[in-house]
């Protein structure tokens, strides 16, 4: 399981303080990023070199409890299954020991050029099932 750390600022709250709910979203894609450098991949480079994303395709998101201004959370992402084009994740967004919100996600790789399905290089696939 990959963890990253990050601050709630302003710009992440509504009115009342709290953590505006798409937000989290946001949150997850950060972790999602810092976990491919993580392993080795840049988003960036295998846009550019490979002609590859990824693109979420379904979300199932529950909110526990809300985060607030200034609050240290902590978002992790845990994969479950890793295929040729599909990845599933299980993320979740915690304030110390408290879950926030836990989100099972489907992503599929794409070509970047065509935006068809494309196969994730075998390397990427086998870091990702370590």
Not at 8 to 29: P, Q, R, S, W
Not at 36 to 53: D, K, P, S, Y
Not at 56 to 84: C, S, Y
Request: hydrophobic share 45%.
């Amino acid at each position: 399981m990959f963890e990253k750390s990050l601050r709630v600022y302003y710009e992440d709250t509504d009115a009342g303080g709290i953590v505006y709910h798409a937000n989290y979203l946001k949150f997850m894609e950060r972790c999602r990023c810092d976990w491919l450098l993580h392993l080795g991949f840049n988003v960036a480079e295998l846009a550019v070199e490979q002609q590859l994303v990824f693109v979420v395709k379904e979300v199932n998101m529950i909110f526990h409890h809300p985060a607030k201004l200034f609050d240290d959370l902590r978002v992790t992402a845990e994969v479950l299954q890793v295929g040729k084009v599909r990845l599933e994740l299980q993320q979740e967004v915690y304030n110390g020991e408290k879950l926030l919100c836990s989100a099972s996600l489907k992503l599929a790789s794409l070509d970047s050029l065509t935006s068809k399905m494309k196969a994730m290089p075998t390397e990427l696939r086998q870091a990702m099932n370590l």
